[in-house]
């Protein structure tokens, strides 16, 4: 390669560095990067969960092999509706799998403990109904 092959190279690659740059700059400047801390993830976390309700999700799976009797797994599931729809919880929702393997039940709460201790007062988990669960903050985007 000839010298003055290398330098034009080298002057297009800087050109395409200063473009590259110029342009990150400009969209920078669209999106508002006024603020530094967004770019930080800890204080954006804090900032929103100072702002915003908590909610979990209590994912559960039920037992495939129940002792229990139709009849007593029937009053289960009233008791278990009426659990959770008589707590009156904020943002509320939820409902079991089309297969009923199991469900889901969205909620707002103080804190995980709070969020833990609605999930283990649930009738499915005092009957041992239940094989797999677990409670989580949910961060909807």
Known sequence: MSFIRIKKM???KQISHFILFTLLVITLCIIGYGNIYKL???EYKKERSQTMTKQYVFFYMMKKDMKKDVNEIKKI???HINYWHDNKLENYSGGPFSDRSGGMI???A???STA???AMNDPFV???LIKIKWVKE???E
């Open 10 to 12: 080298i002057i297009f």
């Open 40 to 42: 930080n993830a800890e």
């Open 77 to 79: 599931v009233q008791e």
């Open 106 to 108: 969205l909620f707002n």
């Open 110 to 112: 103080d804190s995980i």
């Open 116 to 118: 833990e201790k609605l």
């Open 126 to 128: 005092i009957n041992d």
């Open 138 to 140: 949910w961060m909807k």
